[in-house]
Each structure stands twice: as structure tokens, then as C-alpha cells.
């Protein structure tokens, strides 16, 4: 496994909960232990985070996207789903492989009645290494169901998306 420096620029402010489990071990040669030299945490649901520091969601003033934490912030109310947004740096999601017990990034819309209808421009900058491992599921992607919405200019690299049906990396369908 790798390990990942958490920070709360990571994420922005709000709750964390976390699944903890705790063990003890023996090696062969009869040491034992009863902690870890390392914590591992997995960060199984997050909420209430901070909108982006500029923006206020219209077409003449888009949320500034730079962090991802402010790409989480999105997903995280369907309220903000038609909303505009312009992203202003290259993002690593290099985290998402961590998120929500190994089903990786939650798709931002995930079905007709809760789809994403806004304007999301990548400005021509990219979203490293997002995860998304959810094989049962469908409409899975970065956008997992877009209805009237625009998605321009943004770019992938690295990403590890699975699927059951409708699946894309940047967005798993549209109508």
C-alpha cells in the first residue's frame, strides 16, 4: 500500500469519520506486538466541507476549482449541481483511491433525477490519477450522469475507473 500524507488542505474543514480497527501480531520469530509502528486511516465519509475560496456559482462569477478539496466539495450536495464552475489548476485526486471504503470518488450525478445540469470548464487543465471502483454500479465517471449540463475543457490523466454500465472518466452518460 502507499502511503499519503494527510493535511486539511487535503480536504478543507468539516467532520471526518473514520473506520478503526485495531489488531495485534506475531512474527515467526515470537516478537509480538500489541500497536502499530504506523497509523493507517481510511477516510470511509467526509462532510461539510468549505466552498471554493472565489466564485459564487453563476455563469458571470464561476466557482474558482484549484484544490480537491474544493473538486469534493462539489460532490457532496446535489444542490450544487447546476451550478457553474471553472477549474483553475491541475488537480491530483491521487487521494480519491481512498475514499468511501475502496469504492473511491462518489460520481458527481448519478441518475436522471439527480444529475449534474451546470457548466464545468476545465479551462484546459487535468484531474491526475482519480479512482473510481464501484463494478456493480452504473452511470460512473468523474460526471457519472450529466442531463443539460456542459463539461469543456477538462482533462484526465491516470485515472482507474470501474464500472458496471455507462462508464466514462470524465462522465459515465449524458442526455
Avoid at 502499530?36 to 466552498?51: A, D, F, I, K, M
Avoid at 442531463?147 to 482533462?155: H, S
Amino acid at each position: 500500500e502507499s502511503e499519503i500524507p494527510l493535511s486539511p488542505e487535503d480536504f478543507g474543514s468539516g467532520t471526518l469519520d473514520f473506520k478503526v480497527s485495531s489488531w495485534n501480531f506475531k512474527d515467526p520469530s515470537g516478537y509480538s506486538a500489541d500497536q502499530p509502528s504506523r497509523l493507517y486511516v481510511e477516510v470511509v465519509n467526509y462532510s461539510g466541507t468549505q466552498g471554493p475560496n472565489s466564485g459564487d456559482g453563476t455563469e458571470s462569477n464561476p466557482y474558482q476549482i484549484q484544490t480537491f478539496a474544493d473538486l469534493w466539495w462539489i460532490g457532496q450536495d446535489d444542490s450544487r449541481w447546476n451550478k457553474h464552475y471553472i477549474q483553475t489548476a491541475d488537480i491530483d485526486a491521487l487521494r480519491s483511491n481512498y475514499l468511501n471504503s475502496g469504492l473511491g470518488w462518489d460520481p458527481i450525478g448519478n441518475s436522471i433525477s439527480s444529475s449534474f445540469e451546470g457548466v464545468y470548464d476545465g479551462q484546459g487543465h487535468y484531474i491526475d490519477n482519480l479512482t473510481i471502483n464501484r463494478p456493480l454500479e452504473e452511470y460512473v465517471g468523474f460526471f457519472g450522469y450529466i442531463y443539460q449540463g456542459t463539461i469543456k475543457n477538462l482533462r484526465f490523466e491516470n485515472g482507474n475507473i470501474k464500472g458496471k454500465e455507462a462508464v466514462g472518466i470524465a462522465v459515465g452518460s449524458t442526455y
